[in-house]
């Protein structure tokens, strides 16, 4: 799968210097990474997604190409926010299955049908913290099984997931053969059940 199948451009990596300790430049996930998680993880029809810092949305549209998901993505910067809905615009897809935001991702509400939340290091521990706040609101209303998709992840967000939450490990999986080297190259998926 590539951009030009779906019509769309987030081949972009954020240089313009506004990345910050808090939030962390935009930097879309390699299709060949994508595949390699979701040849593994199969999310259920049911399932809709969150993407907090979608950036130009490529997850969004991937995952509604590939298994006709709804989702969201949730974006702080209006410039790739208002790029995310010209790709929206030229998506070859279902359209009505993907909406963007324009929002910092602690402040987005998470409404009650939304189960799987992607995460490619997005931001800092302090932001994810509140961010898993807001999950945990609404799952607190709506007791469903939520998922956690983590891509790229710092030791300190984990520790945090595991030493604070109610979440447990699910599975990791290797992004790439880089995990050789870089032992962050890889998905860690956690879950919280509603049993």
């Known amino acids: 799968?590539?951009?030009?199948?779906?019509?769309?451009?987030?081949?972009?990596?954020?240089?313009?210097?506004?990345?910050?300790?808090h939030?962390?430049?935009y930097e879309p996930t390699p299709y060949e990474v994508l595949e390699r998680l979701f040849n593994v993880y199969i999310p259920s029809s049911s399932d809709v997604a969150v993407d907090f810092g979608c950036g130009l949305g490529r997850l969004n549209f991937y995952l509604e190409h590939r298994f006709g998901l709804?989702?969201?993505?949730?974006?702080?910067?209006?410039?790739?926010?208002?790029?995310?809905?010209?790709?929206?615009?030229?998506?070859?897809?279902?359209?009505?299955?993907?909406?963007?935001?324009?929002?910092?991702?602690?402040?987005?509400a998470v409404s009650k049908e939304e189960t799987?939340?992607?995460?490619?290091?997005?931001?800092?521990?302090?932001?994810?913290?509140?961010?898993?706040?807001?999950?945990?609101?609404?799952?607190?209303?709506?007791?469903?099984?939520?998922?956690?998709?983590?891509?790229?992840?710092?030791?300190?967000?984990?520790?945090?997931?595991?030493?604070h939450t109610s979440f447990h490990l699910k599975a990791e999986i290797a992004a790439s053969d880089d995990i050789r080297s870089d032992r962050r190259e890889r998905f860690c998926i956690y879950t919280l059940s509603a049993f």
């Open 70 to 108: 709804r989702s969201v993505g949730v974006e702080m910067s209006e410039h790739y926010y208002k790029r995310a809905l010209e790709n929206l615009q030229n998506y070859n897809g279902n359209r009505d299955h993907i909406s963007f935001v324009h929002k910092k991702a602690e402040e987005y």
């Open 1 to 21: 799968m590539d951009d030009k199948l779906l019509h769309i451009q987030t081949e972009e990596i954020q240089t313009d210097g506004k990345d910050t300790y």
């Open 116 to 163: 799987l939340f992607y995460f490619f290091n997005p931001f800092s521990l302090n932001i994810f913290r509140r961010v898993l706040q807001q999950i945990l609101l609404s799952w607190q209303e709506a007791l469903r099984e939520i998922t956690l998709l983590i891509y790229y992840p710092e030791d300190d967000l984990l520790f945090y997931l595991e030493r």
């Open 23 to 25: 939030f962390h430049r």
